[in-house]
């Protein structure tokens, strides 16, 4: 308290003491013990109102020792559990974090990860993936703007995700612990295989594979791709200490339609401690035919390179680029993209009319918007010639099909010509038009059906800048070439629409996520937010069947069917309701990429130990791997000096106890007949 409040204390002693003295003490004939009594609690009353207005506040102050974190993080996936390291990691954990030095310098925390990143202290080293990466991002998350040494228990393989190497920040040393034989056997492995998912009937698909060696000695090796029948591919590989790798590039035919499933091993006579990681098996669908598609243009543009790319990037498109007056046949194409299209697009517009083919049609600057008002009847145009940037805005509730934001309203904007356009009919809008970030309620990307024929409009030129832009964002052209994609499956198709839509692979390898989506649509062909979705799986082999309920998410409902064996599946998909329902099949691959390690990797984390500043152990090096975390002077502990303040009496209390004392008075008072 402050020497004010001290002395305000000490006038509300006098006063109060004042008060009742001069009231019942002053002129009283006698001083009895009633009079006594009846002062001391005026005094009491007196001095708690004094005492509420002054409000005297203690202040305490205390010191408190904040430690550095340590985080220690156990590597949990299964590859330690392969490679017989379960109990040193277990070892060198409770060693670790059982140190009582450790412990009264460092603030350790423990983390586990495999496919997830979790704060534990439980490991049953049964993950399914390694994903390094995430744990610089989530240690990030955990310990913000803090400096703080991490050990890392790891036979250090990875499974997914980014490089580690290039992850993790170096202004935080980390400090790995490998756990693992690191003694380098002979082992043959299939490193990678690359395969495309669909191939056409009576073609061939390319398979290129990856090959990897490590051992001191010469070694004759054969490869061999096989299907459940036969062989279809053999071939002789000679490996040496100087020649560790070796990439094999074939061409399989495509014999039968449906799913093929083959198997790519590589074998010698000499003996390796782990043959898991020899083989591979992979899945091929072969299709009945290609779809084809044809871009039409009068000008030249990297639009139509971007969208060639992106739409041939499913294998089962091809797609020609044509001027107007170099089409001949256009009855062989399942839909016509009309890339800006002017006066001389009239003849194509009239082959396409006869023909029933469906079309997309993108505008731009050089488009003849007067053509287009006479040659179609969906939209009026009123445009001008000056041009205008549009950005987008994704629409959640469009329903012709599954399609997931992408990061549109990230994406640069279209370039248009800047006017009115106004629907003629009924139009679904994917995404719509904005201007300096003002929405417009004008569409940018749109659908129209109309007497089973289908209709796409790209209002803006340079959307090659948004397969860029996906690429930066994502790392890949992946999501913005399904999204071409998805638009040229939807136009592709004058089938009859259906009201339950289902997408799924038709196989999956053994730990990945297996998710299927399904959309079910009333009878106005509006999406069903209220329907009851379920779906049966049976193994065809096993005969076990599990039911599961498919869950809401947007404008789709989705299951996830993850802990499935590999083998052969058969699904039903049914609407409760109305029993509608979908059966088809897929295929789970078996394939534990955690089993295909034999060493760990230590090279790879010594690189990592020594590009963030700190130092690669083993699991015989824990007590030198303790002296260095507590001699490390860049990790001190920090004093802090927390300041509370408080009331002297809370108000609360003041209160109840002057009332109490007032009460007496008057009651005592009362009961003397001194009222």
Same mark, same amino acid.
């Given at each position: ?317 091809? &797609? +020609? ?5 170099? !089409?001949?046949? #256009? %009855?062989?194409? *399942? ?6 299209? $002017? ?83 009924? &139009? +679904? ?5 904005? !201007?300096?970030? #003002? %929405?417009?309620? *004008? ?6 059906? $109309? ?84 779906? +049966? ?139």
């Amino acid at each position: 308290m402050t020497t004010s409040t001290v002395l305000l204390i000490i006038l509300s002693l006098i006063v109060a003491g004042g008060l009742s003295f001069f009231q019942y003490l002053f002129k009283a004939k006698s001083k009895s013990k009633l009079n006594l009594f009846l002062a001391l609690l005026r005094f009491l009353a007196v001095f708690g109102i004094l005492l509420l207005l002054i409000n005297p506040i203690i202040t305490k102050n205390t010191l408190e020792v904040v430690k550095p974190p340590l985080a220690i993080v156990v590597d949990n996936s299964s590859s330690i559990n392969h490679l017989k390291a379960t109990q040193a990691t277990s070892n060198v954990y409770q060693f670790l974090a059982n140190n009582k030095a450790i412990v009264e310098k460092f603030n350790v925390q423990t983390y586990r990860f495999d496919a997830d990143f979790q704060v534990s202290n439980l490991f049953d080293f049964k993950g399914k993936q390694t994903k390094f990466d995430l744990i610089p991002n989530q240690l990030k998350n955990y310990h913000r703007n803090q400096t703080f040494p991490t050990v890392i228990i790891t036979d250090g393989n990875q499974t997914s995700g980014n490089d580690y190497n290039y992850s993790f920040d170096s202004n935080n040393k980390i400090f790995p612990v490998v756990v693992g034989d690191t003694t380098e056997v002979l082992d043959l492995k299939i490193e990678q295989l690359n395969v495309n998912k669909y191939a056409f009937y009576k073609n061939q698909f390319p398979v290129e594979v990856f090959v990897n060696y490590s051992g001191d000695k010469n070694v004759k090796a054969e490869l061999t791709i096989a299907t459940k029948n036969s062989i279809t591919h053999k071939q002789k590989i000679i490996f040496s200490p100087t020649k560790r790798n070796e990439t094999v590039s074939v061409l399989l035919p495509a014999n039968r339609v449906g799913v093929q499933v083959f198997k790519a091993t590589i074998s010698s006579v000499e003996k390796e401690k782990n043959t898991y990681n020899n083989t591979k098996n992979f899945a091929v669908e072969v299709l009945n035919q290609q779809t084809k598609i044809l871009i039409v243009s009068d000008v030249s543009h990297p639009d139509i390179a971007a969208l060639k790319r992106a739409i041939e990037s499913n294998k089962q498109r091809k &797609v +020609s680029i044509a001027r107007p007056k170099e !089409i001949s046949k #256009i %009855e062989e194409y *399942a839909v016509c993209i009309l890339y800006q299209p $002017n006066a001389s697009f009239a003849a194509v517009l009239n082959q396409i009319k006869k023909a029933g083919i469906n079309t997309f049609t993108i505008t731009g600057m050089d488009t003849d918007f007067s053509f287009l008002n006479q040659n179609q009847s969906f939209f009026e145009f009123k445009m001008s010639g000056q041009p205008e940037d549009f950005t987008t805005s994704f629409n959640p509730q469009f329903n012709l099909f599954a399609m997931e934001d992408i990061g549109f309203e990230n994406f640069p904007p279209l370039e248009n010509p800047f006017g009115k356009i106004i629907p003629k009919t009924a &139009v +679904s809008v994917l995404l719509s038009a904005k !201007i300096r970030g #003002i %929405e417009t309620d *004008a569409p940018l990307l749109c659908f129209i059906e $109309n007497f089973g024929k289908r209709t796409a409009f790209l209002f803006g030129e340079n959307s090659w800048k948004w397969r860029m832009q996906s690429a930066i964002d994502q790392q890949s052209f992946d999501k913005y070439d399904v999204f071409i994609d998805k638009i040229i499956q939807y136009l592709a198709t004058n089938s009859t629409k259906k009201a339950l839509v289902v997408q799924h692979e038709r196989f999956y390898n053994s730990g990945e996520s297996i998710m299927l989506n399904a959309q079910f649509f009333n009878k106005n062909y509006e999406f069903d937010e209220k329907a009851h979705l379920t779906i +049966s799986v049976q193994n065809t082999i096993t005969k076990e069947r599990k039911n599961y309920d498919l869950l809401k998410s947007n404008a789709s409902y989705k299951v996830n069917l993850d802990g499935l064996v590999a083998g052969h599946y058969s699904f039903v998909i049914k609407e409760l309701n109305t029993n509608t329902s979908y059966s088809s099949a897929f295929e789970i691959l078996d394939f534990d990429i955690e089993k295909q390690f034999v060493n760990a990797n230590a090279v790879k984390l010594g690189y990592l130990a020594q590009r963030t500043g700190g130092k690669l152990f083993y699991p015989n090096q824990m007590q030198q791997l303790v002296d260095m975390l507590l001699n490390d002077e860049a990790y001190p502990s920090i004093q802090k000096k927390n300041t509370t303040r408080s009331p002297l009496i809370e108000w609360y209390w003041l209160l109840i106890l002057i009332v109490g004392f007032l009460s007496t008075e008057w009651f005592v008072r009362k009961y003397n007949g001194l009222l």
